[in-house]
């Protein structure tokens, strides 16, 4: 019977091994190489080729990202990434680390096109300037056209609806979003996304989680 109870225990410590979420933080970037911490653990350097015991593997480098197979999946991380898998089709995860500064940016697709954008809570909406609405293919004077207040004063705006916005492994439909010609040079991911998600501090980390 203890040998019974014993083999039982094996059995659910391994299920629970294989089960394991891991999560992944790219710390440095180095030709060939990559140092990432796992799950908190020490940083360790990984040679691309390399696979750790948790199942993480380095493809390839760039001088700010790097490509990892983890759990036998893609994944792209850029340098200060914190990859958190999510745990199900419904409930995807992405986690942004904070600049030097404590800000969050995050490299996104907006109707496939990429875009770097700031996450600021204090947005009401994304807000994207006119000349890479252009290049989204946003037909942004067909919007609701209206005015803004920004720092340097008033500023004409369109209000339209984006086709998809993604972030990670998160991605919307049919996001409310401001377009300006004016008085905007960074692309701002504002409240209009983040509304649809939960968000929550991690450390220095900013997590969010698809909600719908």
């Known amino acids: 019977m203890r040998h019974c109870n014993h083999a039982l225990l094996c059995c ?3 299920s629970a091994g294989l089960s394991h979420a891991v999560k992944v933080t790219v710390v440095g970037l180095f030709p060939g190489k990559a140092v990432v911490v796992i799950d908190a653990q020490d940083p360790r350097t ?13 493809i390839s480098t760039a001088s700010d990202s790097a490509m990892f197979e983890i759990d036998g999946k893609k994944q792209k991380l850029e340098l200060g990434q914190l990859f958190v898998p999510a745990t199900n089709k419904d409930a995807a995860t992405t986690a942004v680390a904070a600049d030097g ?9 907006i109707n496939g096109k990429i875009i770097r954008m700031l996450i600021d ?11 890479f609405a ?4 946003i037909d942004y004077l067909k919007g609701v056209r209206g005015m803004v207040q920004t720092a ?3 500023a004409a705006a369109w209000r339209v609806k984006v086709d998809s916005i993604s972030v990670g492994d998160i991605t919307l439909y049919q996001v409310d979003a401001v377009v300006m010609e004016a008085g905007l040079d960074t692309a701002l991911l504002g409240m209009s996304f983040l509304n649809r998600t939960d968000m929550k501090r991690d450390g220095a980390n900013l997590v969010l989680t698809k909600r719908f």
């Open 46 to 58: 990984l040679s691309v080729g390399q696979k750790t015991p948790e199942g993480v593997m380095l």
């Open 12 to 14: 659910l410590l391994t």
């Open 134 to 137: 252009r290049s989204a293919g």
């Open 152 to 154: 340097n004063g008033t």
């Open 101 to 109: 500064q404590g800000h969050h940016w995050v490299n996104g697709q």
């Open 121 to 131: 809570t204090g947005a009401t909406s994304v807000s994207l300037p006119a000349a």
